[in-house]
Structures are given as C-alpha cells and as structure tokens.
C-alpha cells in the first residue's frame, strides 16, 4: 500500500478520501486542512490530521501526496513536495499560468517523482472506448468535439466561498466543470493552438461567472465547442464527430456519484447503436493508476505536455474572456 496525504479537506477532498476507502493500491494516513470543522470530518473517518502541510512532507512513512487545494496554490505545493521527494497527485487545474506549470514539471522532473492528475474522467469506460474506436480509424478522421459539463451545485455556497471567487478562480465555470471538457478536447483531437470564449452571470449571485463557452481550436483545423454553466441542473455530455461516424455520451447523474451513461454510436453503413454502461469508480481508477505508475506497473495516461496544454488553454480562456477576442494558446 502507498501511504499518501490528503492536503486540503474540503468537499473534493473528503470525497477523495471516501473513494479510496475501499482501495488496495492507496491508503491515506493523514489529512492536512487549516480548518478544524474539516479536520474533524476527517477524524471521524479515523484518520491522522494536521493543519499545514509541513506535517506531511516531514513524515518518512508517506510516499505521496494528494493535493485538493485552490489551484492558485498548486505551482508551490508540487514543487516543494518533488523536492522532499514525494509523488504528487493533483487536483485540476494543475496549475494557472503558463510559467508556474512548466515550474511545476521541471520540479517533478528533476525529481523523477509520479505526477497525477484529477482528471477522473478519461478514467469513465465509455470515454475510453471512444479514444480506442477513434484511435482505430473507425469514425475516420476526427472534425470536431461538443460537450457539455453543468451543474448547479455552487448555488448554495457563501459569497465568499474561495470557488465564486472572481480573483481567487477567474472563469468559475471553468475551473468548476469546464477544464474537464478541455482535458477531454485535449485527449481526442491533439494539440490546441487558439481560444475564442465568452463568460455571464446570468442566473446567479456568482462573482466569477455562471455560464461559460469556448471555441477551442486545434492543429490540423479541428475544433471543440464547450460549454459549462453552474447555473442549471446537471447536464453532462461528450461527443465526437468524424468523417465516418461519431459517438456521444450522455452522463445519467453527476460524476461525484456515477449511475451510468448512455451511448449512441453511429457509423457510415451501419445501423445505430445504442447502449447504456454501468456506473464506473473513475476517480478511484485514476488514483490508483497513480499509484500502479509508482510501483511501475504501467505509465501513468496523462502525459506532461497534456498537462501543460491544459494549463495553457486554462490561461488562455481567461484571457480571452477579458478581451473577447481570439487568443493564442
């Protein structure tokens, strides 16, 4: 088992904890958050706490990190975890510029520590078998990507929660929903080049943004339309066109807690089909393929330049959102 700290206890953070629960790969041995109400939370979970993160990184039994911190921390932390020599498993965004992501990876480099990433939703078996249909030439070749990822979770948050933050987290939606979507663009088409977006409050009290949508474009001509909103109830859905064929994937409920997806696949020739697929652990999955890439059972799917575009894009959206033209990525 590697031992791993959570550092940040929040809503993501205990669901971190609750999912690797059941886990044989990764077992959390202490949680780390300056509130005492979280750390109590995790306490009746019976696990160790402390309030900083020195706490952690001083502990010769904990070989990995967790991190469900505000992003704007993130560059820091990875960097000050690969020095004490500990593998790092981040939550997304992994960073927020440019120059704090290529920071954070020349860090995790020199180190030649595992670096993970909070982006469960490869991990969902319907999305891994559209990257494997279309890796197979079987929707020839691909033209463009629409998604969707909204919600309406944030409604009952304080004003001055850290997430409606319009210094804290720019482009709410973004962070929120939306750089899952861009994850996702960044798995199926390739390597993004320019962003055209627009943000609104338009059905809520949110300083940062309710509603968010993005035009990515990307080498070779393909292009993503995006959208996140967390001022409705939750939609979630994935497609993928091509010169063949395309397929999309409709989330039932929330990804927090998965009840399935249905799945339509249609190719030149061939009569629709339509499934549905059983609800998946994903956020578990890719923990625990963190974990297996540590031991050296496998390599872990994300790979650093994916990472860094999506920062890059992450920088770009807010950018453009500022001067609602078209930004370089």
Not at 233 to 238: D, K
Request: aromatic share 6%.
């Amino acid at each position: 088992m590697i031992k791993a700290a959570v550092i940040g206890l929040g809503w993501w953070g205990q669901t971190i904890l609750a999912n690797l629960s059941e886990s044989s790969i990764i077992r959390p041995v202490l949680g780390v958050d300056p509130a005492p109400a979280a750390r109590a939370a995790a306490e009746a979970k019976g696990l160790e706490t402390a309030d900083n993160s020195e706490a952690a990184l001083s502990r010769s039994d904990i070989e990995a990190v967790i991190l469900c911190t505000p992003q704007d921390r993130h560059a820091d932390q990875i960097v000050a975890a690969a020095a004490s020599g500990r593998h790092v498993f981040c939550e997304k965004p992994l960073c927020t510029t440019g120059s704090d992501v290529d920071r954070a990876l020349a860090a995790v480099k020199a180190a030649k520590v595992q670096l993970g990433i909070g982006h469960e939703r490869r991990f969902e078996p319907a999305v891994v078998e559209l990257r494997q249909r279309l890796a197979a030439g079987e929707f020839g070749k691909a033209l463009m990507v629409e998604a969707n990822f909204s919600q309406d979770k944030f409604l009952d948050l304080p004003p001055d929660n850290w997430r409606l933050s319009a210094t804290a987290n720019p482009a709410g939606p973004l962070s929120a929903t939306g750089i899952h979507l861009v994850d996702l663009s960044v798995a199926l088409l390739g390597t993004p080049t320019t962003v055209w977006a627009r943000l609104a409050t338009l059905g809520s009290h949110f300083a940062n943004g309710d509603t968010l949508s993005i035009t990515l474009g990307f080498e070779g001509g393909t292009t993503a339309a995006l959208t996140a909103i967390l001022a409705t109830p939750f939609m979630g859905r994935l497609a993928l066109l091509g010169s063949h064929g395309w397929m999309e994937i409709r989330d039932r409920t929330h990804p927090e807690r998965p009840t399935g997806w249905d799945v339509t696949r249609v190719v030149r020739g061939s009569d629709r089909h339509i499934a549905y697929y059983p609800p998946h652990p994903a956020v578990r999955d890719n923990l625990e393929t963190f974990g297996r890439a540590i031991r050296g059972d496998g390599v872990y799917p994300v790979t650093h330049d994916e990472m860094r575009y999506g920062v890059r894009v992450f920088e770009a959206v807010q950018r453009s959102v500022l001067t609602g033209k078209l930004e370089t990525v």
